[in-house]
């Protein structure tokens, strides 16, 4: 009879595979907006050599070229020592506190691979070139009537939302705890 695997690459194989999409994924659209606009394009016509960005759906999203050397929003900007060890502690954490974190459910293994695959990626970034590459830059339209002024929102890359769904999913998987967890404390009661 086989014996079945209880960890290693095979338990945690939809863990690795998001990791690994998320990461090539991101490192793969770095690379493509390097190869077509220059480093520094995010204004029209005032990038390196008059460049503008590149004008996908007018004045809502915009293919930019810049630089972050921040967390999200620039917050802790020229930090990048502390970044870079916020994000190993963080990997190292969740790789220690895989069954605390259910790492071996389906749904865990998915939210936390994007997480895990947004963390590298960003974290390669700062390793190869000091700060992240953001590239995806989205205009929010105002609201005149309501005197919402228009708003544009902080450009940034596949890792951020890789990062982000991932936390956005692990907080949604929170609120529905495993099938077998709920069948054993039911089975556990005294009637």
Not at 8 to 16: D, E, H, N, P, V
Not at 54 to 59: E, L
Not at 112 to 126: E, Y
Not at 158 to 174: E, K, L, P, Q, R
Request: net charge neutral; aromatic share 14%; charged share 15%.
């Amino acid at each position: 009879m086989p014996v079945r695997a209880s960890g290693g690459f095979r338990a945690y194989r939809l863990f690795w595979g998001m990791a690994l999409g998320v990461l090539l994924l991101d490192q793969g659209t770095k690379l493509w907006i390097d190869a077509i606009l220059p480093f520094g394009t995010y204004f029209p016509s005032r990038g390196p050599g008059e460049v503008s960005p590149v004008v996908v759906i007018p004045d809502f999203f915009q293919l930019v070229h810049i630089g972050n050397q921040g967390a999200a929003w620039g917050i802790l900007s020229g930090y990048r020592i502390v970044l870079v060890l916020v994000a190993v502690v963080a990997l190292t954490a969740i790789y220690f506190y895989r069954g605390a974190l259910e790492l071996k459910r389906g749904p865990m293994q998915f939210s936390f691979g994007m997480i895990v695959g947004g963390i590298l990626g960003n974290l390669l970034d700062r390793m190869i070139y000091g700060h992240v590459v953001d590239f995806l830059d989205f205009h929010l339209p105002g609201i005149s009537a309501l005197g919402i002024e228009p708003y544009r929102w902080p450009a940034f890359n596949v890792a951020d939302m890789g990062i982000t769904c991932g936390v956005g999913i692990y907080i949604v998987i929170c609120f529905f705890p495993a099938k077998k967890a709920e069948k054993d404390v039911n089975d556990g009661q005294v009637s």
